[in-house]
């Protein structure tokens, strides 16, 4: 298959490829080349792919323009995602590319009351992301139809294995039309993730960029071996002297108790 250099070579509407201009996407990389026009042909596919392949945009921009524009009340495509911020990611994501259009996106998550939630269903939706609880939480109280659901996109699907969803997709498999397109992402293809993929999806192509458990070709990674935790803490000091370059900074530690440490440490330096 011939390299895609340019948005414009998917058959998208002006008002995706508008939006797409405006976030700054140059050109499709790898995994949104090989899915996009799958997708687009109402295949079912299986993408892997590491964080910061733009996995997330290949399968939203063919969604996006599935759904085309507002029409009817309920909703007509759906998203699952395992956590709240990864759901509100996502749907901050479709928003995005959705901008030039009048599409209704709205995230469905725990945590908060559901009040809110409710008035946006009836208001109307044509797009939802959600975490699979919340979802269930709203269809069982009569809040949420689910019948005119025509596409399902479960994303993370490594993670919902790992944090034990299987139940609650079994479910919700149940309640929304059998007659639908159905794609799975996930950074990893383990066991599970196998598993789950044999349950609903139908003759799937399987899309697969980057190699299991390797980074993505966009992040840059250094190693440096350190023999005990106190040179680990004062090398981890040293780091974040420099403000310009560890500005924002993300740390991750084996245990809770580790990072309550770290954390406790670090506050005290400051």
Excluded: C, W
Aim: cysteine-free.
């Amino acid at each position: 298959m011939s390299a895609i250099t340019s948005f414009e070579n998917f058959n998208l509407n002006k008002q995706l490829l508008s939006a797409i201009a405006d976030v700054g996407f140059d050109r499709p990389t790898e995994i949104q080349q090989e899915s996009i026009p799958l997708i687009l042909g109402g295949q079912e596919v299986i993408g892997i792919a590491q964080t910061g392949t733009g996995k997330t945009a290949a399968y939203l921009l063919p969604l996006l323009m599935k759904v085309r524009f507002a029409s009817g009340k309920d909703p007509r495509a759906l998203i699952l995602a395992p956590t709240k911020e990864l759901t509100v990611q996502i749907a901050d994501h479709a928003v995005k590319l959705a901008k030039y259009t009048d599409l209704r996106i709205l995230a469905l998550y725990g945590g908060i009351g559901p009040k809110t939630q409710i008035e946006q269903l009836d208001a109307g939706i044509d797009l939802i992301v959600a975490t699979p609880g919340r979802f269930m939480e709203l269809y069982l109280k009569g809040d949420l139809i689910t019948r005119q659901i025509k596409t399902l996109v479960l994303d993370e699907a490594d993670r919902m294995m790992d944090m034990g969803f299987m139940p609650q997709l079994r479910r919700i498999f149940e309640i929304i039309p059998h007659k639908r397109q159905n794609l799975l992402f996930s950074a990893t293809f383990h066991e599970k993730v196998e598993r789950l993929s044999k349950e609903f999806l139908m003759f799937p192509v399987k899309v697969e960029i980057t190699p299991q458990a390797t980074a993505a070709t966009q992040v840059e990674q250094e190693l440096f071996e350190i023999p005990n935790l106190r040179t680990k803490i004062n090398f981890l000091e040293h780091l974040l002297a420099d403000e310009e370059a560890f500005n924002r900074v993300l740390i991750f530690t084996r245990t809770k108790e580790v990072a309550d440490n770290v954390f406790k440490y670090l506050v005290r330096k400051q």
